[in-house]
């Protein structure tokens, strides 16, 4: 099987640590992102910048630079967090979240899903914020719509795939310190993405379309 790997969002955080932790597994890693930086150039993956995963014209480019390549992982990271308060709704948030959080990982996957092999693997990295049942706190309206949105369309992907040989993982990352979330968390960026990994190499065919903390915990829908 192909050792390649795609990553979006890998310029940074989550992203950039999982390109580092697969490029040191021995996989060679097309790292995907809008604006490159220092930590990813020096990863040893083939950077591909310039790629806004929002924008289907971006998507097509992406495309035609990775026409002809097979991979065996794609983990869909890229992600942007805005917030929304009842009273004040700003809905252009809302709808850009939907276009990268959502919209984003489906375009990915549907330009390469052909180019994905039998036995390849599939990671959307999602939110817990996604599940309905876990809602407790409101708001974060545009967040949690539209990862409960990649959920679902992370499931019927499964579907679709899953007699092509190819498996899907749905997966909280836990709360990471990265730039996104303001520094806070509980794990860093390489601890988060060791464990995502471990879900990865857990992905079969009888649990793909499960919904899963990094931690190895079953969520909620």
């Not at 009273?87 to 959080?101: A, E, S």
């Not at 180019?115 to 967040?143: C, E, F, H, P, W």
Request: charged letters at 15%; one cysteine or more; aromatic letters at 6%.
């Amino acid at each position: 099987m192909t050792n390649n790997a795609v990553i979006t969002g890998a310029n940074r955080g989550i992203g950039l640590s999982l390109t580092q932790h697969y490029q040191a597994q021995g996989k060679h890693v097309y790292a995907i992102c809008r604006q490159s930086s220092a930590a990813l150039k020096a990863s040893g993956a083939t950077v591909i910048d310039d790629i806004d995963v929002s924008k289907p014209e971006d998507i097509k480019a992406l495309s035609q630079e990775l026409n002809g390549k097979e991979f065996s992982l794609l983990i869909n990271n890229a992600g942007i967090l805005r917030d929304e308060v009842l009273g004040h709704i700003n809905y252009d948030t809302i709808q850009q979240q939907f276009d990268v959080n959502t919209l984003g990982p489906l375009r990915i996957t549907e330009a390469l899903h052909n180019q994905l092999v039998s036995g390849a693997k599939v990671a959307m990295i999602t939110s817990r914020m996604g599940s309905v049942t876990d809602n407790t706190s409101g708001g974060r309206y545009g967040y949690r719509m539209s990862k409960a949105a990649l959920n679902i369309a992370s499931v019927s992907l499964s579907h679709d795939l899953k007699n092509s040989g190819i498996s899907f993982a749905i997966i909280h990352p836990g709360l990471v310190g990265t730039d996104m979330i303001g520094g806070y968390g509980d794990l860093t960026s390489d601890q988060a993405a060791t464990q995502i990994a471990q879900r990865i190499d857990e992905l079969t065919l009888e649990n793909t379309g499960s919904f899963w903390h990094a931690n190895g915990s079953a969520l909620p829908w």
